[in-house]
């Protein structure tokens, strides 16, 4: 079955064809660095890093480009605020350092590059400059905007048309654009004193003056480059003028992703992107999870709390394009799932390297069963990369493994080196990880343990039985399972640690 994806461009499911049958052009919008990640952020990260890995299992090249927006009034407005930093670039590099310590904690496939809008500057102007001389955009007192009459196609992303569309940009710019809605290519002097305002959090006092952020040198004079067209000259200067796959937010596909198509194509009269994917988004009590309306769990929060394969499970449980709730009843589902996915992994894996796995037992119903499994996990990705049918059949698998092993003596070898290799290679696409290490303050956990255990062994030893039954309890008591065997004590953590 080939790969079929939901293109926003022509709101139809199509196949997908790149360019190079060989490679993939990948861009995301990342984030404007000016708070600390959050679980809506991580949702979009993680599905953008399945849609990577599950490119490069069908075969492909993948290059993966995801930037950060390090110049904004948003960042501005933090300047000098909890030591975050003493200017416009110090800040996002504080926010830059913490979001790239979050994807790896996210198991985040790494991008090609990361680049920043503050080292594009010469691209950005450059880019601006063709669209004047092309005669797609005009100069007014400093700023440049693009004239969004001079596209003949502007609104075809968001499906809107140009005379229903309101007036882009600062209140204070109407005046100097011919028609509502154009927008800012580049913008005369420093940052808007009352956008740093607006974006400042409340109840934080700053004194001296306000700061004013980066300015550059252009040929329009001193100024800031507008937010469109920064993505647009980031992805044709790493990636090329057409990409295979445009990711983000659907909160972005107006005006963001629009003005991207317009300005993109207009300077170079090739298509921008291919195919447009959009993320729904993640709701925390009927509204989306966002910084500005601080109904957020910041990602290395999360991280801490549930460990990153049940974060992993709650984020992938539903597709890319649907939306998703977050709250305590779907973790303690996406806990439950991975506790059964790990369980059983665990299981096999003890299993297979028995004694009792005989090379002549053959369960024909338990491979056919992981077969089909499989089946049904590479039709669900190739299916607009559908997730959560994805994990279902992951747990098919488990579910055929704990069948296998129910009341038998010997069990199935081939079947359950099959069962195994499925578990690791499909959850490996989910970003899921069976044998490796836990992320987060499970660490810790387990270190602790072990010394607990440490302990009560020196108290059997001594003879404090008492005390080290005490020692079992309190352990128990805190959710984590303690077993004694021949080779010394053994130990599970609560699902997800």
Same mark, same amino acid.
């Given at each position: ?108 496939? +790494? ?14 102007? =450059? ?54 809605? =154009? ?230 070898? +081939? ?56 020692? +079992? ?25």
């Amino acid at each position: 079955m080939t790969l079929h994806v939901t293109n926003t461009l022509t709101g139809e499911k199509e196949p997908f064809e790149p360019r190079d049958p060989e490679s993939v052009l990948l861009y995301y919008c990342g984030l404007t660095v000016s708070d600390p990640p959050h679980l809506g952020h991580a949702r979009s990260w993680v599905h953008v890093d399945v849609m990577h890995r599950w490119l490069e299992y069908l075969g492909y090249d993948v290059r993966h480009v995801e930037n950060f927006t390090d110049i904004n009034e948003k960042i501005v407005a933090r300047v000098g605020e909890d030591e975050l930093g003493e200017d416009e670039l110090g800040v996002a590099e504080t926010y830059i350092e913490r979001t790239l310590a979050d994807m790896r904690s996210l198991n985040l496939l +790494r991008a090609e590059v990361y680049p920043r809008v503050s080292e594009h500057i010469p691209e950005i102007i =450059d880019l601006v400059e063709t669209l004047v001389e092309e005669g797609y955009a005009y100069e007014s007192n400093g700023s440049v905007y693009f004239d969004v009459t001079s596209f003949e196609e502007y609104g075809k992303l968001s499906n809107q048309e140009l005379d229903e569309i309101e007036s882009q940009g600062d209140p204070d710019e109407r005046s100097e654009k011919r028609h509502p809605a =154009d927008f800012a290519l580049w913008k005369a002097g420093a940052v808007d004193e009352s956008a740093v305002e607006e974006h400042r959090h409340e109840g934080v006092e700053h004194g001296g003056d306000p700061p004013a952020g980066e300015t550059w040198e252009s040929p329009w004079g001193e100024g800031r480059p507008g937010w469109h067209i920064e993505c647009s000259a980031m992805s044709m200067t790493h990636l090329d003028e057409t990409l295979d796959i445009h990711v983000g937010g659907r909160d972005l596909v107006f005006p963001h992703h629009e003005n991207e198509v317009a300005q993109s194509e207009a300077a170079t009269g090739q298509a921008f992107a291919n195919y447009w994917l959009h993320c729904e988004l993640f709701q925390m009590d009927d509204e989306k999870m966002s910084s500005s309306l601080g109904n957020f769990v910041t990602v290395d929060d999360a991280v801490d709390r549930w460990g990153t394969n049940v974060l992993r499970t709650f984020l992938t449980a539903g597709s890319y394009n649907s939306k998703q709730l977050y709250s305590d009843e779907t973790i303690a589902e996406a806990e439950e799932r991975w506790d059964r996915l790990e369980r059983a992994y665990e299981a096999a894996v003890e299993a297979v390297d028995s004694p009792d796995a005989r090379t002549k037992v053959e369960d024909a119903s338990f491979r056919e069963e992981i077969e089909t499994a499989r089946d049904a996990f590479v039709a669900a990705m190739n299916d607009d990369f559908n997730t959560r049918e994805a994990q279902s059949a992951l747990l098919e698998i488990a579910t055929a493994i704990n069948a296998h092993l129910e009341d038998r003596a010997e069990y199935d070898y +081939r079947g359950l080196r099959d069962a195994v290799d499925a578990l690791e290679e499909l959850g490996d696409v989910l970003g899921l990880s069976f044998a490796g290490e836990t992320t987060g303050t499970a660490d810790l956990a387990g270190d602790v343990v072990d010394l607990v255990l440490e302990v009560r062994e020196r108290e059997r030893e001594a003879g404090n039985y008492e005390r080290a039954d005490d020692l +079992r309890d309190e352990l128990q008591a805190l959710g984590i399972e303690v077993q004694d065997t021949d080779d010394g004590a053994t130990y599970r953590l609560p699902s997800g640690e």
